[in-house]
Nanobody, 122 residues
Framework: QLQLVESGGGLVQPGGSLRLSCTAS??????????IGWFRQAPGKEREGVSC????????NYADSVKGRFTISRDNAKNTVYLQMSSLKPEDTAVYYC?????????????WGQGTQVTVSS
């Protein structure tokens, strides 16, 4: 089973930027076969899809709340999917997770990691 490890979170001021990384730690053939996405869960809220990228990197999808501010990409040579986040807002504060995703519906499936905390605050 594919295992994905998230990193790159932290505390940032509103308007700032962060880059999250999602690296496949095992069974990389599964990494290459699936779309992978980023999801987030804020305190007291359900987990929501943020962005997904196809296995080849040729197709992407974004939640309306992050369009124009976040960019997803993947480097298959490094088994890593990135989420570049810019113009961050306090409402982006959440634990961010990566997982396999359905790129059309922005829903995640498979195993979930520990996530990485992103806090946007002055």
């Amino acid at each position: 089973q594919l295992q994905l490890v998230e990193s790159g979170g932290g505390l940032v001021q509103p308007g700032g930027s962060l880059r999250l990384s999602c690296t496949a730690s095992r069974f990389t053939l599964a990494y290459y076969a699936y779309a992978i996405g980023w999801f987030r869960q804020a305190p007291g809220k359900e987990r929501e899809g943020v962005s997904c990228i196809s296995s080849s990197g040729g197709s992407t999808n974004y939640a309306d709340s992050v369009k124009g501010r976040f960019t997803i990409s993947r480097d298959n040579a490094k088994n890593t999917v990135y989420l570049q986040m810019s113009s961050l807002k306090p409402e982006d504060t959440a634990v961010y997770y990566c997982a396999h995703c359905n790129i059309a519906t922005m829903t995640g499936f498979g195993s979930w990691g520990q996530g990485t905390q992103v806090t946007v605050s002055s």
